[in-house]
């Protein structure tokens, strides 16, 4: 693999820069390293706007995660309801047998 920055050839994984694609060897795999032509691009808008992304993304999914657990909890809370609700029936039933309003 050779280094874009220094043009070394070396048999070690090669470092791919995320900022500008470049491959590099071990010593200038730091954008600073290797004069980054996407750096200065990167800190001054990429960076707040990475964040912002990377926060909405978490956002997003925490609501999706909250949402799925509130759609189970109602499901669950309907669940037990008509159990309360069956059990409820059963004893006024016995009740009423019981008193003699049923046959
Ligand atoms: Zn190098
Ligand atoms: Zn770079």
Do not use: Q
Not at 10 to 34: I, M
Not at 73 to 91: N, Q
């Amino acid at each position: 693999m050779e280094c874009s920055y220094c043009h070394k050839v070396s048999n070690e994984l090669p470092y791919r820069c995320k900022f500008c694609g470049g491959t590099f060897c071990s010593d200038h795999r730091l954008p600073e390293n290797h004069e980054c032509i996407g750096l200065e691009s990167y800190k001054d808008t990429k960076h707040e706007k990475f964040k912002e992304d990377v926060v909405k993304a978490a956002k997003e999914y925490e609501a999706k995660v909250k949402a799925y657990k509130d759609r189970g909890l109602d499901k669950r809370k309907i669940a037990i309801c008509a159990v309360i609700l069956i059990i409820l029936a059963f004893i006024a039933y016995y009740i009423m047998k019981l008193v003699k309003f049923l046959p």
